[in-house]
């Protein structure tokens, strides 16, 4: 199984960037999506996350409103629109699997990609 995970890069405060993962070795439709990151010194954090059909997201509070997750089972990929971009979003980013009709979470997510690094200037 692999979650390849691409898109990440510099940017300007305020720019946009979109990521995606592309998955192998698993069906995508059958396994609920994430997306985390890790900023330096910190712990892991949930950004957003989906579900099987993709009729559910949700979203973090410091990203709500900004990001938009979703998901194209056909291609094997999920994806994260990221807008108006802050320094405090500068991290890397992690997509996750976790089977059946469910979210991962940090703790009990099946699968992890190799993260991609976004970094916000001012």
């Known amino acids: 199984v692999q979650l390849q995970a691409s898109g990440g890069g510099s940017v300007q405060a305020g720019d946009s960037l979109r990521l995606s993962c592309k998955v192998s070795?698993?069906?995508?439709?059958?396994?609920?999506m994430g997306w985390f990151r890790q900023a330096p010194g910190k712990e892991r954090e949930f950004v957003a996350v989906?579900?099987?059909?993709?009729?559910?997201?949700h979203y973090a509070d410091s990203v709500k409103g900004r990001f938009t997750i979703s998901r194209d089972n056909a291609n094997n990929t999920i994806y994260l629109q990221m807008n108006s971009l802050k320094p405090e979003d500068t991290a890397v980013y992690y997509c996750?699997?976790?089977?059946?009709?469910?979210?991962?979470?940090?703790?009990?997510?099946?699968?992890w990609g190799q993260g991609t690094l976004v970094t916000v200037s001012s």
């Open positions: 996750a699997a976790e089977f059946g009709n469910t979210v991962p979470v940090v703790s009990t997510a099946d699968y």
């Open positions: 070795g698993l069906t995508l439709s059958k396994y609920g």
């Open positions: 989906i579900t099987i059909t993709g009729q559910m997201t």
